[in-house]
């Protein structure tokens, strides 16, 4: 892990507060050190700057000095010089005399070096130590270029000290020599320097051997002699800070190198105050700006640990307790208050769901979720010889109802359901619920068999008063199926509990009895059911299906014109299974698209195989079409595909569809429906006059045949209103262009009678059952001779 | 006629003096004098005014005789006439016309004197007594400058602005030709040469160098 995670991950462990107080502090720190830093170093560099321009301007001072010095001397040696005393001891011509009253000048005026010359600059007296040759002749050049007037004064060390020479004419009147003095000055000049400017003094003798000649710094005459070198610089001495400078050699110094210093401590000390108030500044600021960064951040922080305190107890489920917004108008008063509004907003809506979860919104009544958890807490709680009842009832004809008097008034028919059961059971510890659809369910804690018998038997009561509706009587009946256990029960058999009563319902409405009370036997008929699907499959695979053909006969000639193809399935252990045993399970879990199209291949296989010889018409097949083909999008694709396969024209074929199946969903079915009819399917419509569906409704379909339901064929002979239901119809499908198919044609009365009211075609027992592809085709033969139906040339 | 004249004498003094010499040089003329012209130069051959020349030889030396008269006054805090030419032994006055005391003074070896803070005329007139340049000056005033110079012939002149020396009526003879001006430095050795007087007159041309500015 690198170290820049490492500090990261460390400081996200620290609080909001902290973690910000560190940050922000920790952020004006080094803004801090940078400017400290800058400061600092600005300082320093103004120190040496204004040190160098101090000394600049000392070298100056050190100029004017030496010039101040050269005048006051030489003012002073002139003075001497006119001196009437000392001119005429001079005048007198005698050495000793010359000699004294040099001295005497000498002492008065301070020089420690005098010297005489005369007009030709010989010497002529010298006092002030060893008359050193070089020193004479120095002196000498020197009082010459005075009478030259080239210079004022010179500066050279003499016995190892600074002096300063001036050179005064002696006038008596005419100049008849000169005189020079000698004056120590380094003493005098570095305290003039040290109290005018601050600077101190370090004077070397320059020449064969370079040797210190004068210090004022505090170790300076300790400094070997070479140490200082440049014009400029910075040197330490004795422990201290000195800038150092090298004044210009002037012409009138000789042999000489004087430095300038001055302390960068003394200039450093006038910052000194300066730099400790901001230090102090800097510390304050850091410590005020760490108070309030820590106080400002847990003005957030506190806040939001309480609003997580409050957050974790909406996420077990407290909602009852207000968040409060600490009296704060700002961003965390705002967001505790939004906080709050979540909170009741997800209080209501908890409450809603659970009113979604646990309540039927349609009837008030619990719904089936409540009703399992009501069954499994008595199941729980059910001592060992406790006996107790489920009941389910189920609506007959209820899809009727909300199909022809429509759904608002179905749902009204499961609203007065609901209330007039719920009025039996108020008051008893019975419950009871809507379990979905027109299903309700009631419990009865307490109840064995016969209990639930007398209740079923009052419910039966209660529903015997027909719901009105816009003048008509609706009659309600049930299905009751009727579970009873006694005993001791774990919580999980209440699922098995309501299934068993289910099962035992849908016996009953099975057997129109009304009432079953389970049994196991009913359990293993619906077992069976459950196998069938893996059955079903096995089916289509092992090719047990079947295909049988019933024939249709125009009524008008005997022609054999169509069929109606039928599947039979021949099961390996149970023989023939009838249709209505499979195809509405097969409906129900949509295996019938299957075996729609298992039966249009059969079909188109066997097609061309039916077709009559050649001069008859061709014959036209109907295969039924489910309501689950209708839904399908890619079934016309699929249709399309297995008839290009066998080479079978679409007119070939007819496509049957239930009233009922288009009900389902008549959007998608029409939509399906146009589809087949502009590809040139002929569709039919199967059954009409079991559904609610009006001829006007039909009208819109693009069908072009319609099949009388064989009830009211098979009604004809015996009910004259039946005969007549037929006969409109026949007139009706006519005016609107359809042709008619009547089933369940069972003798030669219905047949004739057909014919007589211009029914178009017939289907039924009177002439052939549903045959095998190669039965149908003898059968026709023999048909067609019975009836001496003429084969067209 | 032109005849030498003293310079820096008053008018009386010059008429007296000048008697005097006239007599001398006629009777020296009689015995076949000649005039001497000397012109001098500065260094760069510019004509230099206020020179004074004179011959010495024995035979002049023994005709010298003290000048009368001879004064230099302190006027305006100057000494007039700056410079006087005398013969040896003669005494010269220095009476004070200022209302302010002088202090006149001379450091020379060839006469050492002061006169003290006076002024009107001191009592006693300064003798100078011995052949030399004696350097004046007044110790209260530094300005005033003076010098005298005094000579130990009677043959000496002084030359006028813009005109060379004339030396008139020198007997034929040896002598030693020496010029001075007071610009000389100190102890600076004045200009010389020997010269040989006939009958015939003579004329000598002098550089004076190192002059003090």
């Known amino acids: 892990m690198s170290t820049a995670g490492f500090w990261a991950k460390r400081l996200g462990k620290l609080g909001l507060a902290r973690r910000t107080a560190l940050v922000s502090v920790g952020l004006l720190f080094c803004i801090q050190l940078v400017v400290q830093f800058f400061i600092r170093d600005r300082i320093e560099n103004s120190v040496q700057h204004n040190v160098m321009v101090a000394l600049d301007s000392s070298a100056n001072v050190w100029g004017r000095l030496l010039d101040q010095n050269a005048e006051k001397l030489a003012l002073g040696a002139s003075v001497l010089a006119a001196d009437f005393g000392f001119r005429s001891a001079i005048s007198s011509g005698d050495q000793e005399t010359i000699q004294s009253a040099l001295e005497n000048s000498q002492q008065r005026i301070g020089a420690t070096v005098a010297a005489i010359f005369d007009t030709n600059f010989e010497l002529k007296t010298f006092n002030g130590g060893v008359p050193d040759p070089a020193l004479i002749s120095s002196l000498q050049n020197f009082a010459r270029s005075m009478a030259k007037m080239t210079v004022k004064s010179q500066s050279m060390p003499v016995h190892g000290r600074l002096h300063q020479f001036v050179s005064t004419p002696i006038k008596a009147p005419s100049t008849i020599g000169w005189i020079v003095m000698g004056f120590p000055i380094d003493q005098a000049l570095s305290a003039d320097m040290q109290s005018l400017t601050g600077a101190k003094l370090l004077l070397y003798q320059t020449g064969a051997a370079r040797a210190l000649l004068f210090s004022s710094v505090a170790g300076g005459a300790q400094l070997p002699v070479s140490t200082l070198s440049g014009d400029v610089g910075r040197i330490q001495i004795a422990g201290e800070d000195y800038a150092f400078k090298r004044i210009n050699q002037r012409t009138d110094m000789v042999a000489v190198d004087a430095y300038l210093l001055a302390p960068l401590e003394d200039a450093r000390a006038a910052f000194g105050y300066m730099k400790n108030v901001l230090l102090l500044i800097d510390v304050a600021a850091l410590v005020l700006f760490a108070l309030g960064s820590i106080e400002l951040a847990r003005r957030v922080s506190q806040p939001l640990n309480a609003l997580m305190e409050d957050a974790q107890r909406l996420a077990i489920g407290d909602y009852s307790q207000k968040i409060p917004d600490f009296g704060r108008q700002d961003e965390v008063g705002n967001f505790a208050r939004a906080f709050d509004q979540m909170r009741q907003g997800i209080q209501s809506s908890q409450a809603e769901v659970q009113r979604l979860a646990y309540w039927d919104r349609l009837t008030g009544l619990p719904n089936r979720a409540q009703f399992t958890g009501r069954l499994e807490d008595l199941l729980r709680s059910a001592g060992p010889d406790a006996a107790l009842s489920v009941m389910v009832m189920d609506l007959d004809r209820f899809k009727h109802i909300n199909d022809v008097l429509g759904y608002a008034f179905g749902d009204r028919v499961l609203q007065i359901m609901a209330q007039r059961i719920a009025a039996l059971l108020d008051g008893s510890d019975r419950m009871v619920c809507r379990l979905g659809g027109c299903n309700f369910a009631v419990v009865l804690p307490r109840g064995g068999i016969d209990a639930a018998l007398e209740l079923a038997k009052a419910i039966n009561l209660a529903l015997e008063e027909p719901v009105r509706h816009e003048g008509q009587a609706v009659d309600l009946r049930v299905g009751v199926g009727v579970c009873s256990h006694v005993g001791a029960f774990d919580g999980t058999l209440a699922d098995t509990l309501i299934g068993r009563a289910e099962v035992a319902m849908y016996a009953a409405k099975r057997s129109h009895s009304g009432l079953k009370v389970y049994d196991p036997s009913l359990d293993s008929a619906s077992a069976q059911t459950l196998s069938m699907l893996g059955e079903l499959k096995q089916a289509i695979s092992h090719n047990e299906l079947r295909l049988f053909l019933q024939p249709k006969i125009q009524l008008r000639t005997d022609q054999v014109v169509a069929a109606e193809a039928l599947v039979r399935w021949v099961h390996p252990a149970r023989g023939m299974v009838p249709p209505m045993d499979f195809i509405p399970f097969a409906e129900q879990t949509g295996f019938i698209r299957h075996i729609t199209i298992w039966m249009i291949d059969a079909l188109a296989r066997s097609w061309h195989d039916l077709q009559p010889p050649a001069g008859q018409g061709p014959l036209r097949v109907a295969v039924n079409l489910s309501t689950r083909d209708l839904m399908d999008p890619e079934f016309p694709a699929k249709l399309e595909q297995v008839l290009q396969q066998h080479a079978v024209p679409r007119a070939g074929l007819c496509l049957e569809i239930t009233e009922s199946a288009i009900m389902d969903d008549p959007v998608r079915a029409e939509a399906t429906l146009n589809e087949l009819a502009n590809a040139g399917y002929k569709l039919s419509i199967d059954d009409f006059g079991t559904g609610y569906s009006s001829l006007a409704y039909l009208k819109r379909l693009p069908v072009s045949e319609l099949k009388i339901d064989k009830s009211f064929v098979m009604g004809m002979e015996g009910s004259e209103s039946d005969a007549q239901i037929v006969k409109s119809t026949i007139d009706l499908a006519h005016n609107l262009g359809l042709s008619v198919v009547a089933e369940g044609i069972e003798n030669d009365a219905i047949y004739a009678k057909l014919r007589v009211l211009n029914c178009d075609e017939g289907q039924g027992y009177f002439m052939s059952k549903p045959l095998p592809v190669t039965d149908f085709v003898a059968w026709r033969a023999r048909w067609l001779v019975q009836h001496g139906v003429m084969v067209d040339a | ?213």
């Not at chain 2, 003290?116 to 300064?126: E, N, Q, R």
């Not at chain 2, 102890?187 to 015939?200: K, L, R, S």
């Open chain 2, 1 to 213: 006629m032109r005849e030498a004249r003293f310079l820096g004498l008053n008018r009386y003094c010059v008429w007296r003096t000048g008697l005097c010499v006239v007599l001398l040089v006629f009777s020296v003329a009689q015995a076949g004098a000649a005039d001497v012209t000397i012109s001098v130069q500065e260094d760069a051959g510019k004509p230099l005014d206020g020179a004074v020349a004179y011959l010495e030889s024995a035979a002049a030396k023994a005709l010298v005789k003290p000048l009368t008269g001879a004064e230099i006054g302190q006027v305006n805090k100057h000494f007039v006439p700056p410079v006087v030419v005398v013969t040896v032994g003669t005494a010269v006055n220095f009476p004070n016309r200022d209302t302010v005391r002088h202090h006149v003074y001379s450091f020379s070896p060839a006469k050492t004197f002061d006169l003290k803070l006076y002024s009107g005329t001191p009592a006693a007139p300064v003798v100078f007594d011995k052949p030399g340049v004696v350097d004046l000056g007044c110790n209260i005033h530094d300005q005033m400058r003076a010098w005298v110079l005094v000579v130990d012939t009677p043959y000496f002149g002084r030359g006028e602005a813009g005109q060379a020396i004339v030396l008139r009526g020198v007997p034929p003879g040896a002598y030693r030709l020496k010029v001075w001006h007071p610009r000389l430095p100190v102890n600076a050795p004045m200009w010389e040469q020997n010269v040989t007087i006939t009958a015939a007159p003579l004329a000598v041309s002098a550089v004076l160098k190192g002059l003090e500015p």
